[in-house]
């Protein structure tokens, strides 16, 4: 898998298509692998890909294809479509671009294969459906399903909607998974206050770090509103600030309509707050409210929040629907 | 469908024959009315004093209960009628009335007007419908040219009343065509007939009696039909001269039914 | 650093006599960058005006803010005056603390504290308002005018006189309006079709005059100078060509059972018909509903008979677009449905009309020959009653709640006319007040008193029913006399209240004019501006703006044919500077706010922008100034905050915000 | 007896006789008209002007039928009867005072009286 | 029957469109039809020019209830701005649903020009439900810091 897509990247380099190859490389450890970009084979034997390599490249793309010369990207399935938004946004030179599609059973938590009572982790293996965990304390194994991200558990389905070719490995029929809104309808079916408890437990945790932010490929101004003195939306003077109070809302209305529920932020979260159920409520809303949109599905599509009909629903809904 | 429903003083004594054809035709009609229990006396005129309170209680009671149970309230008394509907309307939008009579009454729960009023002519024309009724009709009283007699109470004021046209009606009209009869429409069908004064003043009932009967017979009017126990009374008590024939509307209702025994 | 100044206006007592605006001065006098503070009396008047010039020169103001009425009477005003005072028009801001204060609210305390607020808000923004300078349209020199009775009529000579184009587009099929079904006109008794008709006659001459009759205004677009109108015309069946007006058709036509509108349903008309015989255009339509042809297939009459060709029964309509620069209406009025006053029994008793239908009875074309008779049965009546105020002056929600203004005078000449001709008659005017302000008005009502003997009680009608003889039986009250009366009549006629025509409110939403609870046209200005739509461009001719008659009818139609004149004598209009405006340093060139913009007016390309201090050529969004309205829409479509909108600036808006909630 | 003021009757009917404008369409349309010495619209415009003795003394609170005719017809909403019951209530509220005393009913009753005239009759001539 | 407090006044932002809705309440105005002077308008061209931010920023300033009244949908002065408004209010009152935040807080309604009494009477009925909620405590902070 990781050989393969090593030697495509060389061949490509060597044959001039691509300037440079934007892909993943270890990180601090073996188990967070990060986003970088290699301009010579050699640099490529760095190259890692495997069930740690949960970035999404897709916003890297928007420096990357700007570019001289086209910029090799590795995209799996779910990061096709941050990929299209931003095609449709007019942020990334699809000309420049050479997409190798790769295939994905779920990338891994290590969080998880930690909770379930792993220490001193070596290294993890993927044979299969299970993982072989090779400890300082001796060898384990766990089932894959179990050690996978939240936001794999809802996995979109192996197909992507674009590249220019597919790694060998990809399995482009699988299909999504079910249950995709069930934490957004728990949260909905509870009380008000108790819905309200729960956000108080987890916003509150919130360390402004601004990794959700940073890794979202929606996410993408040039310079963000909050970031920015001409609007009087910035104010880091104290935790009292209109920033402060209301950056995760205001993110999520940002990116709604925009949002192809990638889930990268809730996977950077030092402080592991749901982030992306935001997200997902306003996916839901929309999908209920104006029919079913996929962000990043196609290029061509208006967003449903820059389209209206003219008999949609009052806002009054909200209040109706009990 | 079953209805909470509210007699009144009358319709147990003197007008036994309203209170039991309108049980009676409802059962061939396909509804039920269930007594409300240990109702009590609306006391006949609706008390137009803003600041009586006290004399509202019975019909709050009867609303209440109504509530409670979920369903609307019938009456058939237009008196009855008028009395509830208005302090239903009072319970409903009148702030001052709303406070001072929850606080007096201390129920689980304030009543503020939630219970639909209907009277049973209403009933008949938007519950039943009065295509449905004339299908129900085994006896047409074809040939008997009948005046409807409104009065005052059921119509106005018609904000509050909601019956019918407060000029020009038609709801009485309608149901003695479904009842196979021909309706004649006369101008003083909907003018007062000076009831709450025949006890009293006999000369000014009479007059205003006069003038109903006179405007009817003038139409082409046999008889007259109506809701109202004290209308009746008037009607026949003090007509000069040669009177008319006046029922309730409930009779002639059964009698289409086929449930009361044609009297000759 | 901002000097700004506060001005607070009594309006008289309107602001004064709730609001302290001497607190309210004082009070703002110590928020930061409030360098000036006063009040007085008129702001708007010429005083009022040279207190703000004065304070710009003297402290050197950079920024205006005027508690006053609302901006949309005044901020004009001092705007201009701002202006003319050395400082840009766009640095005045308006606290609102008349419409939206003092009006409002009762306690004092409460009153202040709040036009305070609204103050401090106002302050709060005009301290970020940047200069703006007003960019210049074109004007397309031609008028609309909607509705082509004798308002819209003059308006459009008027206009047609002073050398520009207009269209006339009238629903019916005919020019000539209520006017036109009018028999003698007070208080001169000219009669209406001989003062009328000539001026229909004109209007279809004209060369400038084009008349769309039988069509109606489907969907309009564009702004002041500039609007986009599709006019639907409605099939008329009839080649307006080729058809020579003999009128054959109609009389052969043998479907002759449709109410006549025109007569007010007193007698029928043909399915094909030409409302009344001086019509123009004089070329009939046919009653898609009523013609047997049309519905069924089978007659054709008409099309046989027609020796023209003309007719044509595959018509469809037609949408056609023009443009205008400046749009009035004059779509008038109808008296209202009597369905809620059955105690006069209109809707039960032929012998009840309305005044509008004893016109049309009156009327020498009308359907009796002008020969006046109870319509239940042809005879001639010999009791009259008239009853005034049907419907008017109503505050429950029976009818209307204003005076309908024309009533008392024509009733006057109806019975003046009435006894004209039929001397015998008795005729008795029920009135709750006779109102006559007008020049020779309540001489002329006073004639009908001394001179015809027309009985006037001051009293009321309670109920009007059928007497068992067959006539009317009216029971009323005389108020002097403190009796009630029970009188028998043969008819009776009820001054019934008028409102605007129905479909005003459509034309209103089309044109976004303002429009009253009563569904009238709003004004700009009760008193200065009484022709003019607070819309720009759209101007108010007749009784759609309120109750008239005909002098005061043509007067308005006059000042609003000036004002259209004095707008489509400019060559450029000057435009709303409040445009949206992109920041390209932080555009990211992303499109949602090209997708929202309903004019086109955002336009995307790759330009060299200067970001960071460092040059970079990318992908921005550009605002046409010239086609963008101001409306927003972009601005919130924008992620990066980018895109805003000058004069509601997103700073400008949040400083409010924060002032208020503070 | 003592005479209420116009404050307390427009307070007990709820009515602001300032709404009227004497168009007497209540006058025209009450079938007792001939029965009062004092007519609908004069109650309106005696309360207006604070003469309200007259009012108390006037035999017209017996003879109004609560027909409601005038309430319905009036354009302004002001609604006489409330005014007329205001000043009859206000008269019953008295000590000692009554349209209809109990020696007087025997008399008037007859067999088939419905109850309800009898209730009416009651609230409307007693306390 | 308001059982709250005398003393606590609400807080209440009125954006209002200023074709329709401003003019609506210039109308009130005129016809002297009082609402509580806890409302307090800020006047934007189009219900469109609305960010959510501004009702945001203003919940967080410490408004008790914020309010957005527009043209009618279909009557927009700049044909369409409305529409998107309601998309963007539908979906935004939602998501302050889906926080836990009271629902009461926030509206919108549509009043045209020649609506001077529903303006009215919207803002008394907006009121009556902000003062029955009492002082607004979950939106000031999005963030929900626990104190």
């Not at chain 3, 008309?269 to 046919?286: E, K």
């Not at chain 3, 700073?651 to 208020?660: F, G, K, N, S």
Request: aromatic content about 8%; glycine content about 6%; overall charge neutral.
């Amino acid at each position: 898998m990781q050989a393969e897509l090593i030697a495509r990247a060389k061949a490509l380099l060597a044959d001039g298509t691509v300037a440079r190859v934007l892909g993943w490389r270890k990180g601090d450890t073996d188990f967070n692998a990060e986003p970088a970009v290699f301009e010579t084979a050699e640099s490529l034997d760095e190259f890692v890909y495997d069930g740690f390599c949960g970035a999404n490249l897709s916003k890297y793309m928007i420096k990357n294809s700007k570019l001289e010369g086209k910029t090799l990207v590795f995209l799996k399935p779910c990061d096709t479509y941050s990929f299209n938004q931003l095609i449709k946004e007019n942020r990334i030179n699809r000309d420049n671009t050479y997409i190798i599609a790769v295939g994905c059973y779920g990338k891994l938590d290590i969080n998880k294969i930690k909770a379930a009572g792993n220490k001193a982790i070596l290294s993890v293996a993927e044979e299969g459906a299970t993982l072989k965990i090779h400890t300082a304390y001796g060898d384990a194994e766990m089932a894959r399903e179990e050690a996978v991200l939240d936001r794999c558990k809802v996995c979109k389905g192996g197909k992507h909607v674009v590249y220019d070719e597919l790694a060998s490995f990809v399995d482009e029929e699988k299909p999504a998974a079910e249950g995709r809104f069930d934490e957004v309808k728990k949260l909905e079916a509870m009380k008000p206050e108790e819905r309200f408890a729960f956000w108080q437990g987890e916003l509150s945790r919130c360390i402004r770090c601004n990794a959700c932010r940073n890794v979202c490929p929606a996410c993408s101004c040039i310079k963000c509103i909050f970031d920015n003195n001409n609007y009087d939306a910035a104010q880091k003077v104290n935790t009292s600030s209109f920033e402060e109070q209301m950056f995760h809302i205001i993110r999520a209305w940002h990116v709604a309509g925009r949002c192809t529920d990638c889930g990268e932020c809730s996977r950077v979260c030092p402080e592991n707050i749901p982030l992306h159920l935001l997200n997902r409520k306003f996916i839901s809303d929309i999908n209920e409210f104006y029919g079913e949109f996929q962000a990043g599905e196609d290029t061509t599509s208006r967003a449903p929040l820059t389209n209206f009909t003219t008999d949609d629903v009052e806002p009054s809904i909200v209040k109706e629907r009990g | 469908m079953i209805y909470s429903y509210f007699p009144g003083c009358t319709l147990k004594n003197k007008a036994k024959d309203l209170d039991l054809y309108a049980r009676e035709s409802a059962k061939a009609l396909g509804f039920e009315l269930e007594e409300i229990p240990e109702w009590q006396c609306c006391g006949g005129v609706y008390p137009l004093a803003s600041d009586e309170i006290a004399t509202k209680l019975p019909s709050v009671r009867a609303l209440a209960d109504a509530k409670s149970k979920g369903q609307d309230l019938i009456t058939v008394c237009s008196a009855c009628h008028h009395v509830i509907k208005r302090v239903n309307d009072d319970m409903a939008n009148v702030n001052d009335i709303q406070t001072r009579v929850n606080n007096y009454m201390g129920l689980d729960e304030p009543y503020l007007g939630e219970t639909t009023v209907l009277h049973y002519l209403e009933v008949l024309r938007d519950r039943v419908g009065f295509d449905e009724l004339a299908k129900k009709v085994t006896n047409p009283l074809t040939g008997r040219k009948i005046g409807a007699y409104y009065g005052c109470l059921l119509l106005r004021p018609s904000a509050t009343m909601q019956f019918d046209d407060p000029e020009n009606p038609t709801i009485l009209e309608d149901f003695i065509r479904a009842i196979g009869a021909e309706p004649v429409v006369y101008a003083m069908r909907n003018e007062c007939c000076g009831g709450y004064v025949s006890l009293k003043a006999k000369d000014q009932a009479e007059s205003m009696v006069d003038r109903v009967l006179s405007s009817a017979k003038a139409k082409g009017a046999e008889e007259l039909i109506t809701a109202c126990p004290l209308c009746m009374y008037n009607l026949t008590k003090n007509c000069k001269g040669e009177g008319m024939k006046v029922s309730y509307f409930t009779e002639l209702l059964a009698e289409a039914l086929g449930i009361k025994e044609v009297q000759s | 650093m901002q000097r700004i100044g506060v001005f607070v206006c009594h309006c008289g007592t309107n602001i004064a006599a709730t609001v302290d605006v001497k607190r309210v001065a004082e009070t703002l006098l110590k928020e930061p960058g409030v360098v000036h503070a006063e009040d007085y009396q008129y702001m708007c008047s010429e005083a009022g005006q040279k207190l703000i010039g004065d304070a710009i020169k003297e402290k050197q103001l950079t920024g205006i803010v005027v508690c006053s009425c609302s901006p949309r009477m005044h901020e004009n005003t001092f705007r201009k005056a701002a202006e003319r005072y050395g400082i840009n028009p766009y640095l005045v801001e308006i606290a609102n603390i008349r419409e939206q204060c003092s009006w409002i609210h009762k306690d004092k305390e409460e009153a202040t504290e709040k036009a305070i607020i609204l103050g401090r808000a106002a302050v709060a923004k005009v301290m970020l308002n940047a200069p703006l300078q007003a960019g210049t349209s074109p004007v397309t020199k031609r008028a609309l005018v909607i509705g082509g009775g004798i308002a819209g009529i003059q308006t459009a000579l008027d206009i047609a006189d002073a050398g520009f184009e207009v269209d006339i587009v009238e629903r019916t099929p005919s020019i000539g309006g209520r006017m036109s079904q009018l028999d003698k006109t007070f208080p001169t008794l000219d009669c209406a079709a001989c003062i009328l008709t000539p001026k229909m006659v004109e209007a279809n001459a004209h060369e400038k005059i084009t008349l769309f009759t039988w069509s109606e205004v489907e969907k309009v677009g564009g702004f002041v100078g500039d609007f986009k109108v599709d006019i639907r015309k409605k099939a008329r069946y009839v080649d307006m060509d080729k058809c020579t007006g003999c009128g054959e058709c109609q009389a052969k036509c043998p479907n002759k059972k449709t109410p006549n509108e025109f007569n007010r349903g007193l007698n029928n008309r043909s399915a094909i018909y030409t409302p009344f015989a001086q019509a123009i255009p004089n070329v009939p339509v046919i009653d898609k509903n009523a013609c047997t042809y049309l519905k069924t297939g089978k007659c054709g009459v008409c099309a046989k008979i027609c020796k023209a060709g003309a007719i044509n029964y595959e018509a469809q309509d037609e949408i056609i677009t023009r443009e205008y620069g400046a749009i009035v209406v004059a779509t008038g009025f109808d008296t209202i449905k009597l369905d809620k006053f059955n105690e006069y029994g209109y809707n039960t008793n032929k012998d009840v009309i309305t005044s509008l239908e004893l016109e049309r009875l009156m009327n020498a074309a009308g359907p009796t020959g002008g020969h006046v008779v109870r319509p239940s049965n042809g005879e001639d009546p010999k009791t009259i009653v008239f009853v005034q105020c049907v419907g008017s002056r109503d505050t429950t929600c029976r009818g209307k709640t204003y005076c309908s203004k024309i009533c008392c005078m024509y009733t006057a000449k109806q019975a003046m006319l009435l006894k004209d001709h039929y001397p015998w008659l008795d005729i008795h005017v029920f009135y709750i007040d006779v109102r006559t302000p007008g020049k020779n008005f309540d001489e002329f009502y006073r004639r009908a008193v001394e001179e015809y003997d027309v009985d006037y009680i001051k009293g009321q009608v309670g109920k009007v029913s059928e007497a068992e003889n067959g006539r009317l039986l009216v029971q009323a009250s005389d108020l002097l006399d403190n009796r009630q009366i029970k009188m028998e009549a043969d008819l009776v006629v009820l001054a019934t209240a008028i409102e605007p025509n129905e479909g005003v409110r459509r034309i209103a939403s089309m044109l976004t004019a303002s429009i009253d609870t009563n569904d009238f046209l709003t004004e700009a200005h009760a008193k200065l501006r009484p022709v003019e739509s607070p819309t720009a461009g759209i101007f108010l001719s007749g009784v759609c703006q309120g109750p008239k008659d005909i002098p005061e009818t043509v007067a308005q139609a006059g000042a609003a044919a000036s004002k259209v004149i004095g707008l489509l004598s400019k060559d450029h209009l000057v435009t709303n500077p409040c445009t949206a405006k992109c920041n390209q340093v932080y555009c990211n060139g992303c499109s949602n706010c090209e997708k929202v913009c309903p004019y086109g007016a955002i336009s995307y390309d790759e330009q060299m922008v200067i970001r960071f201090g460092a040059r970079e050529t990318t992908r921005v969004a550009t605002v046409n100034t010239a086609l963008c309205q101001g409306c927003g829409a972009c601005t919130v479509a924008c992620p990066s905050g980018a895109m805003d909108l000058q004069g509601f600036s997103n700073r400008q808006i949040l400083a409010e915000v924060d002032a208020i909630c503070r | 007896m003592k005479t209420v003021t116009a404050d307390q009757i427009r307070e007990i009917s709820g009515v602001d006789t300032r709404k009227c404008m004497k168009c007497g369409r209540c006058s025209a349309s009450c079938p007792a008209y001939d029965e009062m010495d004092i007519r609908p619209h004069q109650f309106i415009s005696y309360v207006q002007n604070g003469n309200i003795e007259p009012l108390m003394n006037s035999k017209s609170i017996s003879k109004c039928l609560s027909c409601f005719a005038c309430v319905e017809r009036c354009p302004r909403n002001v609604k006489p009867a409330k005014v007329i019951e205001a000043v009859r209530v206000s008269v019953l509220r008295q000590r000692g005072e009554t349209i209809l005393s109990a020696d007087e009913m025997p008399e008037l009753l007859d067999e088939n009286m419905p109850q309800q005239l009898l209730m009416s009759a009651f609230r409307k001539y007693k306390k | 029957m308001s059982m709250n407090n005398s003393e606590w006044k609400p807080k209440i932002v009125a954006f209002c469109c200023n074709w329709c809705s401003y003019a609506g309440a210039d109308l009130a105005g005129s016809s002297r039809l009082a609402y509580p002077a806890d409302v307090k308008i800020i006047r934007v061209p189009c219900s469109c020019r609305v960010n959510p931010m501004f009702i945001l920023r203003a919940f967080q300033k410490g408004a008790d209830g914020v309010i957005l009244c527009g043209c009618h949908p279909g009557d927009c002065h700049y044909s369409t701005g409305n529409y998107y408004a309601r998309r963007r209010m539908t979906t935004l009152f939602s998501m302050l649903d889906f926080l836990g935040v009271e629902k009461n807080r926030t509206h919108v309604e549509w009043v045209s020009a020649a609506e001077g009494v529903k303006f009215s009477a919207t803002m008394n009925k907006f009121i009556e439900q902000v003062r029955e909620l009492g002082p607004n405590v979950r939106l000031e902070d999005i963030r929900c810091k626990q104190n």
